[in-house]
């Protein structure tokens, strides 16, 4: 065997052992749940659980509503940018940075601050409080959850329109008699489509467990659920965490099959 | 009226200094095929993409058809455009590109169907319908394009540079049949290329273009055979062009080098003023096989002899300025050799004088 060989497969071997042992660990551990017995009682208990299915679908539905609403933000701001602002692009970049700065904590604060009150202009009031129901408090929960999945859809996106010619896409289109509406709904996002789907799995994986915002707004979302489930069982919790990655992992390769097909359609468009 | 009319088109960029474009004024006819040649950044693209829509003139009027279309939005100018890059939509298949137009005229889709089925079989790729364009070579890629372009049945077809990104041979064989296609179609053509030879088999005119400004417009045989100024003369063809100084205008007498030459007709200039000149390389020959009527000839050092199979080209120097001509090639030919001084005839209908670049578009002659 070469040097350069055994060296290559000794790091790989170890970087595999330090991803996969502790995940083997929670996997094991959560089939210890009855004593002297392997098996699936803690899935069963956690699958049992009323709170678990409430939460869970919950924090899936915010997690597609916040992905709508990244797309429908992004998509125009980062194209639009791309194609006649081009020298904004270090600001929108900027902008898009600020969550890896300023923690959730801090952006859920600033929420519950502003909007816990009428928003008025003199006597006229602008926006009335959004903490005061479900259904507004969910708005701020999806709007904190799209500004923490900001800087990876935007990258996602931005990278996918750098990979097309889309000024000479959309000129094609407008010649062609299209209007905004059309090139973008039928021109440049399906040709996105390997960028939505990654930004989509990376602001999935980000609401899913989300905890910080979903704790302050109070709402009854997944995150919440987990941390407090760990605090007073052992078991449950370590089998969610598997059935969490197991769903990651579903969700990659779901999206290493898509866009395989659609790299190569991309390429051919230069 | 023409059918297309661009008056006193300027485009000044807020960034750079100089127009991109200027005192650009030109008629198209219903169905001609016009070219507009120049190098890179003589705003040939520019005065395309303003007639398309994409670019927007600092002053001046585009009329097409009658309507002046200054403020009509790209997508309302009924104008099919084909790209350099092909620009076809690689979500969609070779059909769906090609019926894209349609679908956004929301045109029914029993007119769709054959109009797209058609304009397959006009391109030859009948049986590629339902491929992507990545499955694709770039020669058909380009048809497809064109096919799209033209499935709206545009009342203007512009092409910007579509041959530039494929090789040669397959340039040459796409080219006529674009050029077969407007025939058929009849749709009026704007073909911008800063490939002369591409511009000579395909149009019906020429424009050719220089920092901006139309140095001259014309038939290909005009613009080959008279260039009007020296940008043209060195820009299109193979024209000799050498500094003479003027003895009589009236006689059309000249001075190269110290060497006495005469022109075929009069010219307006000074005496003793230095013109620019051109020198045909066809009607040039070498002494001994001098042409019956050439009364001008030259003595040259040769520099270098070429020989490329049918012809022999030879380069010589006239102390500062460099000929070259083209002589057929015979068994019996005698080489001119490097450092020898030949002389070289021509006839004084070989003479052309030039303008200066950018000046006014008549020939002095």
């Not at chain 1, 600020?98 to 008025?120: E, N, Q, R, T």
């Not at chain 1, 990376?202 to 605090?231: D, H, K, S």
């Not at chain 2, 395909?202 to 940008?231: A, C, H, K, W």
Request: aromatic share 10%; with cysteine.
């Amino acid at each position: 065997m070469k040097r350069s060989t055994f060296w290559g497969l000794f790091w790989v071997t170890l970087a595999a052992l330090y991803l996969f042992v502790p995940l083997w660990g929670a996997f094991d551990f959560s089939l210890r749940a009855e004593r002297d017995v392997i098996g699936v009682a803690a899935y069963t208990r956690a699958f049992a659980d009323d709170d678990f299915w409430r939460t869970f679908i919950f924090s899936n539905q915010m997690a597609l509503i916040s992905i709508v609403a990244s797309i429908l933000l992004i998509v125009p701001t980062a194209y639009w940018v791309q194609l006649k602002l081009p020298q904004l692009r270090p600001a929108v970049e900027f902008i898009t940075l600020l969550p890896f700065v300023i923690p959730a904590i801090i952006l859920v604060f600033g929420y519950i601050k502003l909007y816990s009150s009428d928003i008025a202009l003199g006597p006229i009031t602008l926006l009335p409080p959004l903490t005061n129901s479900d259904f507004s408090t969910n708005i701020l929960l999806v709007a904190g959850y799209v500004t923490l999945a900001l800087p990876y859809m935007y990258r996602s996106v931005d990278n996918g329109l750098r990979a097309m010619d889309i000024r000479t896409l959309t000129e094609a289109a407008q010649s062609l008699g299209a209007g905004w509406f059309t090139i973008m709904f039928r021109i440049i996002m399906p040709n996105l489509r390997a960028a939505l789907l990654s930004g989509a799995l990376l602001t999935f994986a980000i609401v899913v467990g989300e905890l910080t915002l979903a704790t302050f707004l109070g709402r009854p979302a997944f995150g919440p659920y987990l941390q407090q489930l760990g605090q007073h069982k052992a078991y449950e919790p370590a089998a969610l965490s598997v059935v969490s990655f197991l769903l990651t992992w579903l969700a990659m390769v779901l999206i290493y099959f898509v866009t395989r097909g659609s790299n190569a359609q991309v390429t051919g468009a230069h | 009226m023409s059918f297309l009319e661009l008056s006193n088109i300027r485009k000044q960029f807020s960034n750079v200094a100089t127009p991109a474009v200027q005192d650009f004024n030109l008629k198209v006819e219903k169905g001609e095929f016009v070219s507009f040649l120049g190098p890179s950044g003589c705003g040939k693209t520019t005065t395309l993409r303003m007639i398309a829509g994409f670019e927007h003139p600092t002053s001046g009027s585009i009329v097409i058809n009658g309507k002046n279309v200054i403020g009509v939005p790209a997508n309302k100018r009924k104008i099919g455009m084909v790209f350099q890059s092909y620009a076809l939509f690689p979500n969609m298949t070779v059909a769906d590109n090609i019926g894209f137009g349609l679908r956004v005229a929301k045109r029914p889709k029993a007119e769709i169907e054959p109009r797209v089925a058609e304009m397959l079989k006009l391109i030859h790729l009948s049986d590629k319908g339902k491929r992507y364009p990545a499955q694709l070579s770039g020669g058909q890629q380009q048809r497809v394009a064109l096919a799209r372009a033209l499935a709206i049945k545009p009342e203007l077809l512009l092409l910007d540079e579509p041959l530039s990104a494929l090789d040669a041979k397959i340039r040459v064989s796409l080219r006529n049949e674009i050029r077969a296609i407007q025939r058929q179609t009849g749709v009026t053509a704007i073909y911008v290329t800063h490939d002369q030879e591409e511009a000579m088999s395909l149009s019906d005119r020429i424009v050719v273009m220089s920092d901006g400004r139309m140095e001259q417009v014309g038939t290909p045989f005009e613009i080959y055979n008279f260039p009007q100024t020296q940008f043209v003369a060195s820009f299109v063809g193979t024209l000799n062009q050498v500094q003479a100084r003027v003895v009589d205008p009236s006689a059309g007498t000249l001075e190269v080098e110290g060497q006495p030459i005469v022109a075929a007709k009069a010219f307006d200039a000074r005496k003793g003023e230095t013109i620019a000149v051109a020198l045909r390389p066809e009607m040039m020959s070498l002494d001994g096989k001098t042409q019956d009527d050439a009364v001008n000839r030259l003595v040259v050092t040769v520099e270098e002899t070429t020989f490329l199979g049918s012809i022999v080209r030879t380069r010589a120097r006239l102390r500062e300025s460099v000929i070259s001509f083209d002589t057929f090639n015979n068994p019996n030919l005698a080489l001119p050799q490097r450092g020898e001084k030949i002389t070289v005839a021509f006839p004084r209908e070989a003479i052309l004088l030039l303008k200066p670049s950018n000046a006014a578009t008549e020939n002095l002659l």
